[in-house]
């Protein structure tokens, strides 16, 4: 199993923006095959950092599930609402591991 860390830098003047994105990704991802955990958006503190995390059973569900997503009308126009508003300024993913005892 591997879970993708996607880390957001924001416009924060943009937050509701992004929290309409981020909310339209709740039903896209697992439509698409992804094992959503959830999305955190700013609270308290820092504003312009957001995270999601989806997970996979391997690498290559995550590849395949890369192509559903950009071939779904849905995902699609998510996809283009973000560029149209431009709310993340930056993206960084991660692949990580469950450490099991």
Not at 16 to 44: M, N, Q, S
Not at 93 to 100: I, N, Q
């Amino acid at each position: 199993m591997i879970t993708v860390f996607i880390e957001y830098k924001l416009d924060p003047f943009k937050i509701d923006e992004f929290t309409a994105y981020a909310r339209r990704w709740l039903d896209i991802i697992p439509k698409c095959g992804g094992d959503l955990v959830g999305y955190w958006l700013p609270h308290e503190g820092t504003n312009d950092v957001a995270y999601g995390l989806i997970s996979f059973a391997s690498l290559a569900d995550y590849e395949a599930y890369r192509q559903r997503l950009k071939a779904d009308s849905e995902g699609k126009a998510n996809f283009e609402f973000a560029m149209q508003h431009k709310m993340i300024l930056q993206e960084r993913r991660t692949f990580l591991r469950k450490l099991e005892a």
